[in-house]
T-cell receptor, first 112, second 115 residues
Framework: GAGVSQSPSNKVTEKGKDVELRCDPISGHTALYWYRQRLGQGLEFLIYFQGNSAPDKSGLPSDRFSAERTGESVSTLTIQRTQQEDSAVYLC??????????FGPGTRLTVL | GENVEQHPSTLSVQEGDSAVIKCTYSDSASNYFPWYKQELGKRPQLIIDIRSNVGEKKDQRIAVTLNKTAKHFSLHITETQPEDSAVYFCAASMYVRGSNYKLTFGKGTLLTVNP
């Protein structure tokens, strides 16, 4: 079946604008994760969804970041009033509850 | 929280040689340790993982060892090939709320295999 997909693949925005990043997980995967990967760095955990609930939002860097998941499927990560330090690749992953995390291709966000 | 250190940051080997990447973790409660391979511009992909109830796991040319006492784990790639060239990430997590969800990643190792 299809893997995890994300859109857009690239996003260039101006400082101060809001952006929405979308993740479509593998069908049937109950868990969904968002990570941020800065250039040359490892993956930084942002938030975890189990179904439509987010038991752990501890990785969100500030209150400008929020995420939601609907229908136990698609998830949207929203960044308000973007800053240059938000520039990174945002990766989504999904899994069964205890299974391997499968990653999407990521959205490369550039804030000018 | 958990902290994962990974070394070396870059590693260059000749084709056919072995490569070893080492990681240490800080939280003794961590019990799941996956390794991901990320080729340039591609998504990370799981190549092998180990749980804390075993000390070693092998899959063809790849093996992972875990020393819980010392809180370190290593990735071993034998008979390296040019297609092994990529960035490798280690990660650690603990079993919480029915899931090993909160992966803490190392900063990655850029492996280059020279033909």
């Amino acid at each position: 079946g299809a893997g995890v997909s994300q859109s857009p693949s690239n996003k260039v925005t101006e400082k101060g604008k809001d952006v929405e990043l979308r993740c479509d997980p593998i069908s049937g995967h109950t868990a969904l994760y968002w990570y941020r990967q800065r250039l040359g760095q490892g993956l930084e955990f942002l938030i975890y969804f189990q179904g439509n609930s987010a038991p752990d939002k501890s990785g969100l860097p500030s209150d400008r970041f929020s995420a939601e998941r609907t229908g136990e499927s698609v998830s949207t990560l929203t960044i308000q009033r973007t800053q240059q330090e938000d520039s990174a690749v945002y990766l989504c992953a999904s899994s069964f509850l205890r299974g391997e995390q499968f990653f999407g291709p990521g959205t490369r966000l550039t804030v000018l | 929280g958990e902290n994962v250190e990974q070394h070396p940051s870059t590693l260059s080997v000749q084709e056919g040689d072995s490569a070893v990447i080492k990681c240490t973790y800080s939280d003794s409660a961590s019990n799941y340790f996956p390794w991901y391979k990320q080729e340039l511009g591609k998504r990370p992909q799981l190549i092998i993982d180990i749980r804390s109830n075993v000390g070693e796991k092998k899959d063809q040319r790849i093996a992972v060892t875990l020393n819980k006492t010392a809180k370190h784990f290593s990735l071993h790639i034998t008979e390296t090939q040019p297609e092994d060239s990529a960035v490798y990430f280690c990660a650690a997590s603990m079993y919480v709320r029915g899931s090993n969800y909160k992966l803490t990643f190392g900063k990655g190792t850029l492996l280059t295999v020279n033909p």
